[in-house]
Nanobody, 120 residues
């Protein structure tokens, strides 16, 4: 019913930049929170950044100062601008959203993920 589609991943050299996008589609009443998580091989999924409908942002310490999250409420789209990328940023990045659909309570949704690889 609700789908999150990510784009913008790829291969970039250390020190470079990427911008990820995630668009939510389906029968949506409202979106409370959208954000990004990442998972490297052999590691558990970790938070990168989140933003609320009121534009309150939260960042992991490992990316503060290098990452900016933003949202286009009209398009139900969240962006992740990543600068000064490091090899340790290499991971699959997953879009996450807390969404209310007709007749239901808020529910968490995940995208399929987009690969980000940072080379030396």
């Amino acid at each position: 019913q609700v789908q999150l589609v990510e784009s913008g991943g790829g291969l970039v050299q250390a020190g470079g930049s990427l911008r990820l996008s995630c668009a939510a589609s389906g029968t949506i009443v409202g979106i409370n929170t959208m954000g990004w998580y990442r998972q490297a091989p052999g590691k558990e999924r970790e938070l990168v950044a989140t933003v609320t409908t009121t534009r309150r942002s939260n960042y992991a310490d490992s990316v503060k100062g290098r990452v900016t999250i933003s949202v286009d409420n009209a398009r139900n789209t969240v962006f992740l601008q990543m600068n000064s990328l490091k090899p340790e940023d290499t991971a699959v990045y997953y879009c996450h959203a807390e969404i209310t659909t007709p007749g239901s309570w808020i529910k968490a949704y995940w995208g399929q993920g987009t690969q980000v690889t940072v080379s030396s």
